[in-house]
């Protein structure tokens, strides 16, 4: 699986934006996709994960509330919607691909290359 996140950009504090990660192959609603993020100097989080069928997601404390994640099967995409973003936001965000749901980066063996966010104050 091939993956490739874009989408970022420079929002002001209390703004929005929304991330897509396109995937090549045709198991993409097998696997779990995940949302990290690596902050400058900081060792790459997770922000969330939703399952293959779209029911299930669950989130990092630090984005419950604000940031959301959908899939689009039909069209081998997933988004991160971010809201009232803050300036701690401020990272490069990955997605990545696992086969079952979890937090931890090990869990995920496909990535993508990253789309960088920049909230300012």
């Known amino acids: 699986v091939q993956l490739q996140a874009f989408g970022g950009g420079l929002v002001q504090a209390g703004g929005s934006l929304r991330l897509s990660c396109a995937a090549s192959g045709r198991t993409f609603s097998s696997y779990v996709m995940g949302w990290f993020r690596q902050a400058p100097g900081k060792e790459r989080e997770f922000v969330g994960a939703?399952?293959?069928?779209?029911?299930?997601?669950n989130y990092a404390d630090s984005v419950k509330g604000r940031f959301s994640i959908s899939r689009d099967n039909t069209k081998n995409t997933v988004y991160l919607q971010m809201n009232s973003l803050k300036p701690e936001d401020t990272a490069v965000y990955y997605c990545?691909?696992?086969?079952?749901?979890?937090?931890?980066?090990?869990?995920?063996?496909?990535w993508g290359q990253g789309t960088l966010v920049t909230v300012s104050s």
């Open positions: 990545a691909a696992a086969d079952l749901i979890g937090s931890s980066r090990d869990g995920y063996k496909y």
């Open positions: 939703i399952i293959g069928s779209g029911r299930t997601t």
